[in-house]
């Protein structure tokens, strides 16, 4: 099972927003100047990274990242990422989880926006964070001012060594916003979010979101157990407004913790903050009643009521435990 992390410290990005570096999501480390001792791809790992004792290989000491050579001239290291989707960015986390004596002193990032998989040199690459000091087994998350949308980032590292993964937080943008288009809702890649959850003990809400099953337990929403009355709940800013006609609630890998039951509650919502939205969402309107859950499965639901055009979703849970995916098939609306 994945070995599931959540830093107390990390910023809200990091929950709100989609890894545009995930390769789950069709992310990929492209090119880099060096990747002598590990290779870059190694760095957009989504599982968290691990420090084997006694693990070599050819090069030397295996490593959980990317691990450039130790440069004896002028000049830097460097790798090229094409995100999953092209995205706004909003943050960064350069994480040398176990890199002690090797990891690199500085590092900055830079974005562009290319139609090719790799950018050529003719590509003009815009400063996002300017150089930064890094320190060994640690996350360094830095908020990234830019309203522009982007498909790659450049992390430049000073001179050398090794990075164990790198996370860039964004919202991706979708050409699936045409009135009338079926999509999922509540797909990261289609542009969902999670706004607020009221628990993550052991997994993050926005793992709802991700393509494809659940690897393991550790690859979904998980709560911790509730010792009290209630229940509960995240909330999904959907894609674009559209109407929902099909929900999938996938328990997959959950069997001794799956929630007993689930409901969702959706509304139209306009302006306002995230925290007036959370208070609000105990108010919407319901379109899935409570339904029963099992082990393991995929259940499908289309019953739902017809609340028209919505923007968000409240999906609860009676009264604890995990899930791993979520989706909300719907017809994106007009205007």
Known sequence: MAVVILDPDAPDFTRRYTNLADPR??????????????????????????????????????????????????GNDWCVVKLARPGRIFGVDIDTRHFTGNYPPGASLEACYSAADVPGAEVRWTPLLPTVSLKGNSHHYHTVASNE????????????????????YGRPSSDATIAGAELDLAAAINGAYVVGTNNEHFGLASTLLLPGRGVNMGDGWETRRRREPGNDWCIVALAAPGIIERVEVDTAHFKGNFPDACSLQAARMSGGTEQSLITQSMFWQ??????????????????????????????NIFPDGGVSRLRLFGKVAGA
Not at 295 to 307: G, N, Y
């Open 25 to 74: 999501l069709g992310a990929a480390a492209v090119a880099a100047s060096d990747e002598f001792f590990a290779p870059m791809g190694r760095m957009l790992d989504p599982v968290e990274p691990v420090f084997i004792v006694g693990k070599y290989d050819d090069h030397g000491k295996w490593m959980d990242g990317w691990e450039t050579r130790r440069k004896r001239g002028p």
């Open 149 to 168: 949308t982007w498909t790659h980032v450049r992390l430049s590292i000073y001179p050398d060594g090794g990075v164990a993964r790198l996370r860039i």
């Open 286 to 315: 319901e379109l899935l009643p409570q339904q029963k859950l099992s082990m393991d499965a995929v259940h499908s639901f289309d019953k739902l009521a017809a609340l028209g055009p919505v923007t968000h979703v409240r999906f």
